[in-house]
Every structure is written in C-alpha cells, then in structure tokens.
C-alpha cells in the first residue's frame, strides 16, 4: 500500500527532477519516500511503482551487498558511505536504454549513501547515483594510450621488435641478475651483410622490407620469455641470451645465420650466396670472467667486426675476459 506523499515535499520533487544523477531517500523502515526521474528513466521503474516500496523489494540482488550495509549503517548508526567506483563498478541495474538493458550494459555508478535527520521523524538515508560511464570510458582509453605509448618506447617503430632503448634496459637488468646469481650472460650482435649496397640497387622500400622479414625471422627463434632481440641501430641486431653460456650462445648464433640464409631473399650484390646474409659476434659474460655490460659489448662488437673481416656471412666469439 503506497503511503501518502507530504504536500510540501512537492518542491523537494522538483528540485530532485532537475539534478542529473539518480537520488531516493528512505524512511527508517527502508521504504521508498522520494524517488526522482532520473532514477525513474534509468531504473526502468516507475515514481508510482517506486513510492512507498521497499527498497530490496525494487532491487532483490542487493540484499547482503555493500549498498545494502551501507543503508545499515546510514540508518542505524548515522554514518555516511561513500562506495567505491572500482570496487562496486555497478550496483544498480541501471541502463541508458532497453537495448543496453538487453544485454545487461550497466551504466557505471558513483554510489553515496547519507543520513538525513529529520525533525520529529525517525532516521532516513539519502541515496545518491552518478552516471560515471563516460569517465570510467575516458581512463579506460587512457590507460590504453599509456599501453600504446610505453609500446612504442620500448618497440623499434619499423620492425615492431624491442628497439635500443629496450635493449638498455633489459641488458642492465639482465647484467644485475647474472652478477647477483652467478649465472652466465651472452650477448648477440648481428649485422646484415652488404646492406647499404641492399638499399642502393633495391631502393629504401625494399631495404625496410628486408629489416622486416630478416629480423621477424630471427626474433622468432627466441624461445624463452627473457631472451631478447633489439634493432641496435641501423641494420645492427642485438640479442641478449640470459643464462647461456659461451658453447650454447655459439650454437644459437650459427642456427640464426643459417635461419637468415634459409629466408633466400635476393641479393644481387650479397657476395657468392646471392642472398641476404648475416654476420654474427659472440660475447660471454661468465662467472670466471665477470665483465661490466660496456665490455660486453664492446666484446660482442669487436666479434662481428672479426666475422664481417674473415668473410661475412659467419659466427665469430670472442673469448671472455
């Protein structure tokens, strides 16, 4: 049986009418005693039907939830709540219009919940809810943005691979971990055979092409989440090898020279092979043979300036030390 509406609280209607966010006030028995359009719309529930219900009657999952402790403790012991958004996302099947309701597409709710003191009446509660969908939208999309943008920090932009920025940090921590655990490091450099003679007689496009294919190719070999492979510069790979050690960092160098040879991308001015190949410098970082990361690489380079000296088109390892 709907109770009897105070003429005086017709004001209160209207003002309530005119705000843009949803707002019921309850009386001490959790009946409804106001209920503006807002919620009206959104709701899907009628001010007829919503006046004089009680509250968990209008919306039954929220019994025992954090809405229905907070009108508790509104009610009870006249303490405010103020529910949080990524906590409590959507408590109220509230949505923009029947076909979101269809698909159970809640508007995404910034739920408060205070006690009001009335002269001469018991406790009521005043419950209050904003539509944050599209601030909730707008830090999704930034969030995806913040993804995008660290990718792109650490992503060459013409390969997709790690680029050199990547590299440093992940050959710094690499380092701190080998010299913590005493485990082996070897590092990678490789470099494409003839290139600039590539890019002179295919042109640019096909050069970028080429970078493409060849180091999609070899990044693909790396099988363990820590390995990585970085476009160090120009037509320069790097390729950290964490827990490796000399032997095996040789055997995963030849198998990537063959793996580039096997792609058989034409190379009329790429020496005998008529293909794009590429050289290979080996460095080891090893527990008889601590070195700092500058040394390391220095190392791996002073290896690939050896295989492109001896021939190109081969793996040379630098002894560690």
């Known amino acids: 049986m709907p109770i009897a509406r105070d003429p005086s609280l017709e004001l209160l209607h209207s003002v309530l009418n005119a705000i843009t966010l949803g707002a019921v006030v309850l009386d001490s028995d ?30 039954p999952a929220l019994r025992g939830s954090r809405v229905d402790a907070a009108i508790d403790q509104a009610l009870r012991h006249h303490f ?37 003191e009335v002269s001469g009446a018991a406790r009521h509660c005043l419950i209050q809810i904003t539509d944050v969908s599209i601030a909730v939208g707008r830090e999704k999309l930034l969030r995806e943005q913040t993804l995008v943008l660290r990718s792109q920090t650490f992503a060459d932009g013409l390969t997709g691979i790690a680029n050199r920025r990547h590299f440093d940090v992940a050959i710094e921590r690499e380092h701190r971990r080998a010299r913590r655990h005493g485990t082996p490091l070897s590092l990678l450099m490789i470099d494409i055979d003839h290139f600039k003679a590539y890019n002179d007689h295919y042109g640019h496009q096909k050069g970028d092409q080429c970078l493409i294919q060849v180091s999609a190719a070899l990044a693909d070999m790396l099988r363990r989440s820590a390995d990585l ?16 050690d000399a032997a095996q960092a040789a055997q995963m160098a030849e198998a990537i020279r063959a793996r580039a040879q096997a792609l058989a991308i ?23 043979s601590p070195v700092d ?29």
């Open 30 to 59: 959790r009946r409804v005693v106001l209920w503006n359009d807002w919620m009206s719309s959104y709701a899907q529930i009628p001010r007829e039907q919503a006046l004089g219900a009680d509250f968990l009657a209008l919306f």
């Open 80 to 116: 405010p709540s103020l529910l949080s958004q990524s906590l409590n996302k959507a408590p109220f099947p509230l949505y923009a219009n029947a076909a979101a309701a269809r698909l159970d597409e809640r508007l995404q709710q910034a739920v408060a919940v205070t006690p009001v």
């Open 293 to 321: 990361i500058d040394t390391l690489i220095g190392n791996a380079d002073r290896a690939l300036y050896r295989a492109k000296k001896n021939g190109r088109n081969r793996v040379e390892a630098q002894l560690p030390g």
């Open 229 to 244: 492979m970085a476009r160090y510069g120009g037509e320069e790979f790097a390729v950290i090898l964490p827990d490796t």
């Open 266 to 288: 034409a190379h009329a001015h790429g020496g005998d092979s008529g293909v794009v190949t590429v050289s290979i410098g080996v460095a080891t970082r090893s527990a008889a």
